[in-house]
């Protein structure tokens, strides 16, 4: 009998040893070899004669709108790519370039162009009925959270900068936004979730902070390179704004008194576009080496990492939930729908990650998880 208990602890602690290796082993691949693959685009859409400036998707991820450079914004129904409206903006001749910029309203139910002439639209989704047409309010739209304002950056008669904040109700202006300190083109433009703070990324390397009460400047961001472009986007929960731009860096700064906090790390190309997961923890970057990126927002860390197949990206969006990307294509005009997709592989894009097998990579590689559940 005491053999046999002998040999039963012994088996017995063997056993349990075996377990927690296994578990051991699991959260060290799940947290250090986390990988991304994406297939060919699920979709092509081809309709445009000139190349796609911008693309955005409707609040509810059904639809899809197209900027392009032949003067018109499309429609398209998201889940098969078909086409629904055509909408004639501008007719563009040497001059002036096409249309440039397009944004849904929250509730899905208007979208709002800008082009090069100076003039922003407003659209019905449902028929593609013309509601606005606002003269010399500019060529970069975004929509406030409520609805009820839509900010415009464009140029004034004396070749200044102007940002305007519309009343969308009767496209009326509200005020004038300060934007002294820059000249150049505007990027990006975005509400803070609470709809107090519009961000504006520009050409100059500068992003610009406003309150939309008074329109007052808040901040002035610098740190990125001159005649780079630069794209902004705010986390859902309001803390954080982060900035992507084509000098290949991605900055974090807080929101309530524009302090940089860090930089993402690694290696990183020229940045098209980016978003914030649901829960505000990760940040979706593209870049022009044709690479979907993942970061850890507490600290820049790289997460994971896919490449697509290589198009002359001009723009990119990302559908509510991120398990889509479209991007539209520059210089063909075809606009491409990818389904992104985890996957966990032993190696990341080819080589080893350099997180360290801790709780906190776990976590982090958890949370990248729970982005696509």
């Known amino acids: 009998m005491p053999a046999r208990a002998e040999v039963w602890r012994r088996f017995s602690t063997g056993a349990v040893t075996a377990v927690l290796l296994l578990v051991v082993i699991a959260v060290v691949i799940l947290s250090v070899t986390l990988s991304f693959s994406a297939r060919g685009p699920s979709l092509t859409l081809e ?8 693309v955005a998707f409707s609040p509810d991820g059904a639809f899809l709108a197209s900027a392009s450079n032949d003067g018109t914004v499309r429609i398209w129904r998201a889940e098969d790519g078909e086409l629904l409206y055509t909408l004639e903006h501008i007719r563009v001749d040497e001059l002036i370039s096409g249309t440039l910029s397009v944004s849904f309203s ?9 082009a090069g002439d100076n003039t922003v639209k407003l659209w019905r989704v449902a028929d593609g009925a013309l509601l606005h047409t606002l003269p010399k309010a500019g060529y970069r739209v975004a929509f406030s959270p409520d609805g009820s304002i839509l900010a415009s950056v464009g140029m004034s008669q004396t070749l200044q900068l102007t940002v305007l904040l519309w009343r969308v109700a009767d496209g009326e202006v509200i005020r004038t936004l300060e934007s002294s300190p820059v000249t150049e083109f505007c990027n990006s433009l975005a509400f803070s979730p609470d709809g107090a703070t519009l961000a ?6 500068v992003i ?3 309150s939309v009460e008074d329109g007052a400047l808040l901040h002035t961001l610098q740190g990125h390179d001159r005649h780079c472009e630069v794209y902004v986007a705010f986390s859902p929960d309001g803390k954080t704004l982060a900035s992507g731009s084509w000098d290949g860096r991605i900055r974090f700064w807080r929101v309530e008194d524009g302090t940089f906090l860090h930089e993402a790390t690694g290696d990183l190309s020229s940045v098209s576009g980016i978003a914030f997961s649901a829960d505000s923890s990760t940040l979706v970057s593209v870049s022009y080496d044709y690479t979907v990126r993942f970061w850890c927002v507490a600290d820049g860390e790289p997460i994971g990492a896919l490449a697509r197949e290589e ?22 005009g075809v606009i491409r729908i990818y389904d992104i997709e985890s996957s966990s592989n032993s190696q990341r894009q080819g080589q080893e990650s350099t997180l360290p097998p801790t709780k906190q990579s776990s976590e982090r590689a958890v949370s990248l998880l729970n982005i696509f559940s």
């Not at 504006?200 to 390397?205: D, K, S």
């Not at 198009?311 to 210089?331: C, E, I, R, Y």
């Open 208 to 210: 610009l902070m406003w």
């Open 47 to 54: 309709g445009h004669t000139a190349g796609v400036t911008d």
């Open 106 to 114: 929250p509730d899905g139910e208007t979208l709002a162009s800008g």
């Open 200 to 205: 504006g990324g520009f050409q100059e390397g």
């Open 311 to 332: 198009h002359n990206q001009q723009s990119v969006a990302f559908s509510p939930d991120l398990k889509t990307m479209a991007s539209g294509d520059w210089v063909d």
